[in-house]
């Protein structure tokens, strides 16, 4: 008898809801059977980064942060905006980063990627997502 296939857990957020929706939705109708991806919708409850009440853990963040410790990889996806990410991305990268558990945590990828206007020169936001982090 051959072992189940464990199935890898990928967590997408997006930095804007159509983003979500056009983006994330396709991706996990595609995956293959062993990969599950979870859209994460509530990047807009997490309140804006405060060092000063970081160590509190807001509920809204210690659920974000639930949400990273439990996955194989993040799948991220935020529209150029002011030649940059979204400010929700940007928000949601700044508990990212703060979190300890979340730094020691190594061996997470994480994929960013965006859509743009043909028209528009993403090269000038690309910069920012070299900020994405691992878990």
Same mark, same amino acid.
């Given at each position: 008898?051959?072992?189940?296939?464990?199935?890898?857990?990928?967590?997408?957020?997006?930095?804007?809801?159509?983003?979500?929706?056009?983006?994330?939705?396709?991706?996990?109708?595609?995956?293959?059977?062993?990969?599950?991806?979870?859209?994460?919708?509530? !990047?807009?409850?997490?309140?804006?980064?405060?060092?000063?009440?970081?160590?509190?853990?807001?509920?809204?963040?210690?659920?974000?942060?639930?949400? !990273?410790?439990?996955?194989?990889?993040?799948?991220?996806?935020?529209?150029?905006?002011?030649?940059?990410?979204?400010?929700?991305?940007?928000?949601?990268?700044?508990?990212?980063?703060?979190?300890?558990?979340?730094?020691?945590?190594?061996?997470?990828?994480?994929?960013?990627?965006?859509?743009?206007?043909?028209?528009?020169?993403?090269?000038?936001?690309?910069?920012?997502?070299?900020?994405?982090?691992?878990?």
């Amino acid at each position: 008898m051959e072992p189940a296939l464990r199935t890898t857990q990928i967590l997408a957020i997006s930095g804007s809801d159509a983003q979500r929706i056009a983006q994330h939705r396709p991706a996990a109708r595609l995956a293959p059977p062993d990969i599950h991806i979870e859209l994460f919708s509530e !990047l807009g409850m997490l309140p804006l980064f405060n060092p000063d009440i970081e160590a509190t853990d807001p509920p809204a963040v210690a659920n974000f942060r639930a949400h !990273l410790l439990t996955v194989d990889g993040i799948l991220i996806a935020s529209p150029e905006y002011a030649h940059g990410i979204t400010g929700v991305m940007k928000n949601a990268l700044n508990w990212m980063v703060g979190c300890e558990t979340c730094r020691k945590q190594t061996g997470c990828p994480a994929q960013c990627f965006t859509a743009r206007c043909p028209c528009a020169g993403f090269a000038q936001g690309n910069h920012h997502h070299h900020v994405c982090p691992d878990c």
